[in-house]
C-alpha cells in the first residue's frame, strides 16, 4: 500500500490564486512526522513545512500552511496568494516513529499562470 | 553559507560501466542520506549513514550498488555494472542530527545508455 499519496498529478492556477495540494498518508506508528518539499525545474529539493503528529496547531511559514486532519490522515499543502516563482513539483512526505529515512509521494506539478 | 554539494552534476555511462557519485555534505552534518528519483517520481531512500557508520542500506536496489563514508563527512555512491534502469537523478542529504530536517544537494542526474 502507498504511504504518501497525492492524486493531483497536475494542477493549474492563476496566479495570486490560493492553492490547496492534496496528500494523504497511512502509517499504523503513532508518532510521525509529516514535511512538504519543493523541486523546481533545477531540481533541488527544498524544505517548506513540517508537521509533527503530536504538533496541537497546523504549521504555518510564510505563505505556506499545512491543513492537518490527523483523523483523515490527511496533510494537504496550502499556498496563499500564488506567485509566478511556484510553479514547480510538489512533494508530500513523511517520516515514521524512530525511522530516519523519509518516505514521498508521487508528487503534484503546479503551474502559475500570469 | 554553503548547502550540499554533488558531483558530477550530469553523467552518462555505457552500460556495464561503473560510476562513482560524490556527496559533500553542510559541515557538521552528522545525518547523510542517499535518495534516487527516477523520472516523474518522488525520490526513493537508498542509504543512510550517522557520521561514518551506515546504519540502514534496505533501499540500495541491488548489490551492485554500495556507499561509504569512510570519515564522517564526504561521501561516495558507487553503483557498479550500471544498467539501464540505473539511470535516475540520485540525490544525497544532510541533517544536523538524528530525525532533523534534512538539506538536500542539487543532484546527479546519471544517464545509462
Known amino acids: 500500500a502507498q504511504k504518501i499519496t497525492q492524486t493531483q498529478p497536475g494542477m493549474f492556477v492563476q496566479e495570486k490564486e490560493a492553492v490547496t495540494l492534496d496528500c494523504t498518508y497511512d502509517t499504523s506508528d503513532p508518532s510521525y512526522g509529516l514535511f512538504w518539499y519543493k523541486q523546481p525545474s533545477s531540481g533541488e529539493m527544498i524544505f517548506l513545512i513540517y508537521q509533527g503528529s503530536y504538533d496541537q496547531q497546523n504549521a504555518t511559514e510564510g505563505r505556506y500552511s499545512l491543513n492537518f486532519q490527523k483523523a483523515r490522515k490527511s496533510a494537504n499543502l496550502v499556498i496563499s496568494a500564488s506567485q509566478l516563482g511556484d510553479s514547480a513539483m510538489y512533494f508530500c512526505?513523511?517520516?515514521?516513529?524512530?525511522?530516519?529515512?523519509?518516505?514521498f509521494g508521487k508528487g503534484t506539478r503546479l503551474h502559475i499562470l500570469p | 553559507g554553503a548547502g550540499v554539494s554533488q558531483s558530477p552534476r550530469y553523467k552518462v555511462a555505457k552500460r556495464g560501466q561503473d560510476v562513482a557519485l560524490r556527496c559533500d555534505p553542510i559541515?557538521?552534518?552528522?545525518?547523510l542520506f542517499w535518495y534516487q528519483q527516477a523520472l516523474g517520481q518522488g525520490p526513493e531512500f537508498l542509504t543512510y549513514f550517522q557520521n561514518e557508520a551506515q546504519l540502514d542500506k534496505s533501499g540500495l536496489p541491488s548489490d551492485r550498488f554500495f556507499a561509504e563514508r569512510p570519515e564522517g563527512s564526504v561521501s561516495t555512491l558507487k553503483i557498479q555494472r550500471t544498467q539501464q534502469e540505473d539511470s535516475a537523478v540520485y540525490l544525497c542529504a544532510s541533517s544536523p542530527r538524528r530525525g532533523e530536517e534534512q538539506f538536500f544537494g542539487p543532484g546527479t542526474r546519471l544517464t545509462v545508455l
Open positions: 559541515s557538521g552534518h552528522v545525518s
Open positions: 512526505a513523511m517520516r515514521e516513529g524512530g525511522d530516519d529515512k523519509i518516505i
